[in-house]
């Protein structure tokens, strides 16, 4: 029986670069999602098979679309799905991922990271307490602010203000180059340069969090999903998996969820 007791099976931070959620009901099939990946086992540890090959680890990051299967045996786990085109994400490729597809934290790391979730991620209720937490897991994993963009220019803010500005379901690259008078190309490269995020992600990632900031304010999947400006509900969650590796049920289910 597992010694970590919630009322929730899942419990998701939706931040602006990455989701990071515990669980207990993670068992998944071979799948890849476009996000880096941080897989720390509360409990026991994490079961894990990558192209073939079987891992049992406590603490492991992993490449961006990397084929996997999970085995979490009723047993909590913390994920961290970290944007690959963020600044955040292209630190953790260069410092982690150079070599393998796939690293083992250290006893250190997992240890402190573990501590980190037992001790707050299960009761925290505002975000300033999760950013709090969120920076003391970048500085476990040697990820400190200086490696990130600096502070926003005139030129993003405004780009920011447009794109909150433009409905969901009309929100492309190409509206918001037209609402700012940039090229695509010359707005796309601004924003990575300054935000240390690709524009392309962000919008999917802003529609994302938008659907389910819906769901749990009580809306049906199919109406948060249009609301949010995906095509369809199949659209949504096939983006969903593509980018979680869950089903949009699956995370709304018995969970709890803060935007922070």
Same mark, same amino acid.
């Given at each position: 029986?597992s010694a970590i007791?919630?009322?929730? +099976?899942?419990?998701?931070y939706?931040?602006?670069?990455?989701?990071?959620?515990?669980?207990? /009901?993670?068992?998944a +099939?071979n799948h890849?999602? *476009?996000?880096?990946?941080?897989?720390?086992?509360?409990?026991e540890?994490?079961a894990?098979?990558?192209?073939?090959v079987a891992?049992?680890?406590?603490?492991l990051?992993l490449?961006?679309?990397i084929v996997?299967?999970?085995?979490? !045996?009723?047993q #909590?786990? #913390?994920?961290?799905?970290i944007n690959p085109?963020?600044?955040?994400?292209?630190h953790? /490729?260069?410092?982690y991922?150079?070599?393998?597809p796939i690293y083992?934290l250290?006893? *250190?790391?997992?240890e402190?990271?573990?501590h980190?979730?037992?001790?707050h991620?299960?009761?925290?209720?505002?975000?300033?307490?999760?950013?709090?937490? #969120?920076?003391e897991c970048?500085?476990?994993?040697?990820?400190?602010?200086?490696?990130?963009? $600096?502070?926003l220019d005139?030129?993003?803010?405004?780009?920011?203000q447009?794109?909150?500005?433009?409905s969901l379901?009309q929100?492309?690259? =190409?509206?918001?180059?037209?609402?700012?008078?940039?090229?695509?190309?010359?707005?796309s490269?601004?924003? =990575? +340069? =300054?935000?240390?995020?690709?524009?392309?992600?962000?919008?999917v990632?802003?529609?994302?969090?938008h659907a389910?900031h819906?769901?749990?304010?009580?809306? $049906?999947?199919?109406?948060?999903a249009m609301e949010?400006?995906? *095509?369809? $509900?199949? !659209?949504?969650?096939?983006?969903?998996?593509?980018k979680?590796?869950?089903?949009?049920?699956?995370?709304?289910?018995?969970?709890?969820y803060?935007?922070?």
């Amino acid at each position: 029986m597992s010694a970590i007791m919630s009322p929730y +099976d899942l419990i998701v931070y939706f931040g602006s670069d990455h989701v990071s959620f515990l669980t207990n /009901k993670v068992d998944a +099939d071979n799948h890849s999602h *476009n996000y880096i990946q941080i897989t720390i086992g509360l409990e026991e540890d994490v079961a894990i098979t990558v192209d073939g090959v079987a891992y049992q680890a406590s603490g492991l990051i992993l490449h961006s679309n990397i084929v996997h299967e999970l085995q979490g !045996h009723g047993q #909590w786990q #913390w994920y961290m799905l970290i944007n690959p085109e963020s600044a955040f994400g292209e630190h953790l /490729k260069r410092t982690y991922l150079q070599h393998s597809p796939i690293y083992i934290l250290t006893s *250190n790391q997992i240890e402190e990271l573990t501590h980190l979730a037992i001790q707050h991620l299960f009761s925290l209720q505002q975000a300033m307490e999760y950013d709090r937490i #969120w920076n003391e897991c970048k500085h476990i994993l040697s990820m400190t602010d200086d490696n990130l963009p $600096p502070v926003l220019d005139e030129r993003i803010h405004h780009i920011m203000q447009a794109l909150e500005s433009i409905s969901l379901p009309q929100l492309t690259v =190409k509206t918001l180059s037209k609402k700012v008078f940039l090229s695509e190309s010359r707005l796309s490269h601004l924003f =990575k +340069d =300054k935000i240390g995020i690709s524009l392309a992600s962000y919008i999917v990632h802003h529609k994302l969090e938008h659907a389910f900031h819906a769901v749990f304010s009580g809306k $049906p999947l199919t109406d948060a999903a249009m609301e949010a400006g995906f *095509n369809s $509900p199949s !659209h949504f969650s096939k983006t969903v998996r593509d980018k979680l590796g869950m089903t949009a049920r699956t995370i709304v289910q018995h969970s709890r969820y803060l935007k922070v």
